[in-house]
């Protein structure tokens, strides 16, 4: 199931296949959409920080402004800021998240499975069944 917020903030691209809800959070079928460009991952290892973990908070992203760079206690990674509590440069994580991404070709077909229209991602799932982010420049609708 596609988890949206409310219909108001879901990308432009995706509110074309997105069914009218009964109301403004109803949960909906996946949206199946395609590759226009490659997605390649990064070469560290995903991150999955969790509520209360406490982690040493870095730059923002340049390209991604919704990200910051942590680093916890298990490894590395570029977090969405609103998901953490900040004070100077150490931060507690308020929503679990996980990093990451998953690769995909051109012409790849993916189900979004969740949207994230604030940081401009979205979690997919390929026709293997792996999951991981990919960003909404690169899918279009099938």
């Known amino acids: ?3 949206t917020g409310p219909r108001d903030r879901v990308p432009r691209w995706l509110m074309a296949c997105i069914p009218a809800a009964k109301d403004r959070t109803e949960r909906i079928d996946a949206v199946r959409c395609v590759l ?3 997605h390649e991952i990064p070469e560290r290892d995903p991150l999955v ?3 209360g973990d ?3 908070v870095g730059d923002r992203d340049t390209e991604w ?3 910051v760079f942590v680093t916890a206690s298990h490894g590395t990674g570029w977090v969405p800021a609103r998901h953490l509590d900040v004070e100077g440069p150490v931060g507690v994580v308020r929503a679990r998240y ?3 991404e998953l690769p995909a070709v051109t012409g790849e077909t993916v189900d ?3 949207d994230d229209p604030a940081s ?3 979690w997919c799932r390929n026709v293997d069944g792996r999951e991981g982010w990919i960003p909404h420049r690169v899918l279009t609708v099938e």
């Open 1 to 3: 199931m596609l988890r």
């Open 36 to 38: 226009v460009a490659d």
């Open 49 to 51: 920080v969790r509520p």
């Open 54 to 56: 406490v982690v040493q």
């Open 65 to 67: 402004p919704a990200f």
């Open 98 to 100: 996980d990093t990451t």
């Open 112 to 114: 979004v499975v969740e």
């Open 120 to 122: 401009g991602w979205s």
